[in-house]
């Protein structure tokens, strides 16, 4: 799509201003119902189109980006624009700077729509712990889009964007790509600078694109990724064009199926996997059953180093250098009405009005987890864990390439169906978050259709995972990408 566009730009069939000013009316026709933006930045959009025709009618050539409606998540910093993080604490905070991915897309000449609707600071799998709103799934208005990225995947599911910015924790770019039936991707862990991304997890983060098609988060990828001095996780990963690895040929390739994945896995979603994994056959590939052994403790490793993580970031928001402070508002603390007093009050008061249920219980277990007496035994000991989880992962990249499974075990559930048993939002991320706790790259793309009842009532898309080799993008990109177009 991204090169349709760009062909229709440079054939001076549409100018850039009308093709954001299309987006932005499409925006206000649908997203009252949809709630994919939180923020939309208008202003700056046509700004950016204007610089982009004033290139065209000199004659000059522009790059593949230039011109290209883009929505970003809501936790990435853009310039004198709200970054909210869906969160009530930073309800008021305009960022003064430019992420890093954000700056590469300005140089490239992107147009940025507006910041999209998230769980709070990324923590769901639903976008339903967001503050401000709901946002609904484009296929099904009774369903999630899936998170913490939905507004992201919603607004390419709904033609409200060509393509989008999400960042991916446990999994959070691909479940909501499968949920909305859009591509995405979580690059390897340093491929992508986090500089500019307000931190959940700092150790499992990553920014990474949607698109409606491989190529296209290939695209966005070739100019978000490289090295960054502001970032010092950021790897020294050289920039490039990733289109050029897009050959749509996987023979020989290998592709491991893990059979501890496979348990109980509904029956519906088990036929459209197996018959993927016959269409990777067919197309040239060797399927290879194996085994991650230590990959059964991954959902309570995640769940035990993240919220420690949480923990430690969000200490930095205590209503003292920016965000909410509650003598902004009167406290309930205080009988008398009055504003509070002391320094602990608005440290407290602060973060009792600024954070929400979800965030509160995941800082909550992980202050305990990190406390005198118990870092040993839960977070110390994770660690560990960890480290064989990245053994295994290690050890069977030295016979394949490239490791599938479903995105997630279901499809878009409707909402409220999982807000009161955490435990069951935390196993829809269940097939994801190994590719964060090892670092590796992994691609959500659309892979069959059902529906809930396994008849013929409305059907809703499954996701196919890949995970691939650290800093293996280009070939995981061809492998998704020879599945889509041979679908």
């Known amino acids: 799509m991204i090169k349709e566009l760009h062909n229709k730009l440079v054939n001076k069939k549409i100018t850039a201003v009308e093709l954001a000013e299309s987006y932005f009316a499409r925006i206000k026709e649908k997203d009252g119902e949809i709630g994919a933006y939180l923020t939309l930045t208008e202003d700056l959009a046509l700004e950016q189109a204007r610089k982009v025709d004033e290139k065209i009618f000199r004659g000059e050539k522009i790059g593949i980006m230039e011109g290209i409606p883009i929505a970003i998540k809501d936790n990435l910093c853009i310039m004198g624009v709200r970054t909210t993080a869906g969160s009530k604490i930073l309800d008021n905070y305009i960022a003064p700077y430019d992420a890093t991915v954000i700056k590469k897309l300005?140089?490239?000449?992107a147009v940025i729509l507006g910041k999209t609707n998230m769980d709070e600071f990324a923590m769901g799998s639903s976008t339903e712990t967001s503050i401000y709103q709901k946002t609904r799934n484009p296929l099904d208005l009774e369903?999630?889009?899936?998170?913490?990225?939905?507004?992201?995947?919603?607004?390419?599911?709904?033609?409200?964007?060509v393509c989008a910015l999400g960042t991916d924790t446990g999994g959070s770019i691909r479940q909501p790509a499968s949920f909305c039936g859009?591509?995405?991707l979580k690059p390897t862990y340093g491929r992508v600078s986090r500089y500019g991304a307000i931190a959940m997890a700092s150790s499992l983060d990553q920014i990474g694109p949607f698109?409606?098609?491989?190529?296209?988060?290939?695209?966005?990828?070739?100019?978000?990724?490289?090295q960054d001095k502001m970032d010092a996780t950021c790897a020294q990963s050289p920039t490039k064009d990733y289109t050029n690895y897009l050959t749509g040929d996987i023979k020989g390739i290998k592709i491991g199926i893990v059979k501890e994945y496979f348990e109980g896995l509904n029956g519906n979603i088990k036929k459209i996997v197996d018959d993927t994994i016959e269409k990777y056959k067919k197309l040239g590939a060797e399927i290879k059953e194996i085994s991650l052994p230590h990959s059964q403790y991954s959902l309570a490793i995640y769940y035990m180093i993240m919220p420690c993580e949480v923990?430690?970031?969000?200490?930095?928001?205590?209503?003292?250098?920016?965000?909410?402070?509650?003598?902004d508002k009167q406290s309930d603390s205080n009988e008398s009405g009055d504003f509070p007093q002391t320094l602990l009050e608005t440290y407290l008061d602060s973060r009792k009005y600024g954070f929400g249920d979800e965030v509160k219980r995941r800082i909550m277990l992980g202050t305990y987890a990190l406390s005198a007496g118990y870092y040993d035994a839960y977070y110390k000991k994770a660690q560990k864990v960890r480290a064989l989880i990245k053994q295994d992962f290690e050890k069977v990249f030295e016979e394949i390439d490239f490791i599938f499974s479903p995105t997630a075990?279901?499809?878009?559930?409707?909402?409220g169906e999982k807000t009161d048993d955490p435990m069951k939002m935390y196993l829809s991320d269940i097939y994801t978050i190994t590719a964060n706790l090892v670092g590796i790259p992994a691609i959500s793309f659309p892979i069959g259709m059902i529906s809930e009842k396994g008849d013929s009532s409305k059907k809703l898309p499954i996701g196919g995972q890949l995970m691939g080799k650290w800093f293996d993008e280009e070939g995981l990109l061809n492998a998704a990408y020879t599945f889509e177009i041979n679908k």
């Open 182 to 184: 859009v591509v995405g």
């Open 211 to 226: 698109g409606m098609t491989v190529e296209d988060t290939a695209i966005v990828l070739s100019v978000i990724s490289g």
């Open 409 to 415: 075990p279901e499809m878009a559930f409707k909402f």
């Open 311 to 327: 923990s430690s970031n969000l200490a930095r928001f205590d209503g003292i250098k920016y965000g909410l402070r509650i003598n």
């Open 143 to 161: 369903r999630v889009p899936g998170g913490s990225s939905g507004g992201s995947a919603a607004s390419i599911a709904s033609e409200e964007a």
């Open 106 to 109: 300005k140089e490239a000449g």
